[in-house]
T-cell receptor, first 112, second 114 residues
């Protein structure tokens, strides 16, 4: 079983739609959780951290359920510029260093 | 705002050739990482460093070596390139091990081994 699993998609949704991504992780000792965004042929960039209480950043809402080891990302009122691959990332500490474990990513295309 | 810089951006090698990928960061970060990304897969950690003069193996270290002689630089070496090492390589850095300061990535090196 992969440490971090995501539905690879692709998701094709019309502009203005709401879209949700899910992610599960296997290591219950994981400490921190993030969503990264990766555009085609570009480096991953941090989209947002995910907190246990849930957190929102504009049109983006992230939630974490530690009991179920489940992370989600909701995008409201989607824009064409939201088209990208979204990476679920789980972090722990090994030998004093961060260990980021990446999901394979969910590809999203917003259609006009 | 250079951040994390990787050189070269692209390279084509023949099987058996050697090369070194350079990662440089100007943020005074202690921690540096090398990842590879293959189609349909997430990033996988090759090697990492928790400070100048230290290196450690990640998830997929075989066929690679690294060095961190200066705090700002992290080098990834391929001693004898193999087609299986065709990939996109990303370097990253982070200021500390703390969880609210995730890694900053360079823009990648696309490497093809023929």
């Amino acid at each position: 079983r992969k440490e971090v699993e995501q539905d690879p998609g692709p998701f094709n949704v019309p502009e203005g739609a709401t879209v949700a991504f899910n992610c599960t992780y296997s290591n219950s000792a994981s400490q921190s959780f993030f969503w990264y965004r990766q555009d085609c042929r570009k480096e991953p960039k941090l989209l947002m951290s995910v907190y246990s209480s849930g957190n929102e950043d504009g049109r983006f809402t992230a939630q974490l359920n530690r009991a179920s080891q489940y992370i989600s990302l909701l995008i409201r009122d989607s824009k064409l510029s939201d088209s990208a691959t979204y990476l679920c990332v789980v972090m722990g500490i090994i030998q004093g260093a961060q260990k980021l474990v990446f999901g394979q990513g969910t590809r999203l295309t917003i259609n006009p | 705002n250079a951040g994390v810089t990787q050189t070269p951006k692209f390279r084509v090698l023949k099987t058996g050739q050697s090369m070194t990928l350079l990662c440089a960061q100007d943020m005074n970060h202690e921690y540096m990482y090398w990842y590879r990304q293959d189609p349909g897969m997430g990033l996988r950690l090759i090697h990492y460093s928790v400070g100048e003069g230290t290196t450690a193996k990640g998830e997929v270290p075989d066929g690679y070596n690294v060095s961190r002689l200066k705090k700002q630089n992290f080098l990834l070496g391929l001693e004898s390139a193999a087609p299986s090492q065709t990939s996109v390589y990303f370097c990253a850095s982070s200021p500390t091990e703390y969880s609210n300061q995730p890694q900053h990535f360079g823009d990648g090196t696309r490497l093809s081994i023929l």
